[in-house]
């Protein structure tokens, strides 16, 4: 399964499949990425980070692939479980400014046995 | 080794009360974030601070908010004379300073967050 982020902020997929959540960001200046997850009633989850001087990151069943050239990033989830289920948010942080991180709208990822 | 700690979890107050959320970063971790967010939307940076400094609190608003993180003691986020549209979920994240352990200054880590809601 797929999503679009912005566009298309719900994505289903089976359990066992791969899941690729997508988010598009706007600033030339961004040199640092995260992708978090968010259960129900719970603070953001460090996932994996990448910077802007990398294409690839891979983590544990996890994958972050940078695109500068169209502004785009991504977050592969192999073998999906149910407990992936949640919002999955990507942040960036931009080079001009000091600390703070730019989230995007986020994804619900629902995982179905 | 206990992550971001914050209290309370959850905070109810009426129209024009006062609201004080707590936030304990990381041991070790001298930056602390504070994000606001709102039902099915991102986290909005309000504040970033360091040890008795404000660094950047250009996502606060100018008027009844504010942050402080003394040298001893948690991080406090203030809300004075609050309102139904300050309704949210309060997060703090907390991030290492560049000489612990060559561990980044950029990842944060978020605790569990405080609900206020404002009736």
Known sequence: GESVGLHLPTLSVQEGD???????????????????KQESGKGPQFIIDIRS??????????????????????????????GDSAVYFCAEKR????????FGRGTQLTVWP | NAGVMQNPRHLVRRRGQEARLRCSPMKGHSHVYWY?????????FMVYLQKENIIDESGMPKERFSA??????????????????????????????????????????????TRLTVL
């Open chain 1, 18 to 36: 791969n899941s690729i959540i997508n988010c598009a960001y706007s600033n030339s200046a961004s040199d640092y990425f995260i992708w978090y």
């Open chain 1, 53 to 82: 001087n990398m294409d690839k990151r891979q983590g544990q069943r996890v994958t972050v692939l940078l695109n500068k050239t169209v502004k785009h990033l991504s977050l592969q989830i192999a073998a999906t479980q149910p």
């Open chain 1, 95 to 102: 080079g001009s400014t000091l600390g703070r991180l730019y």
């Open chain 2, 36 to 44: 606001r967010q709102l039902p099915e939307e991102g986290l909005k």
């Open chain 2, 68 to 113: 402080e993180f003394p040298k001893e003691g948690p991080s406090i986020l203030r809300i004075q004379q609050v309102v139904r549209g300050d309704s949210a979920a309060y997060f703090c994240a907390s991030s290492p300073p560049a000489n612990l352990g060559g561990a980044s200054t950029d990842t944060q880590y978020f605790g569990p967050g």
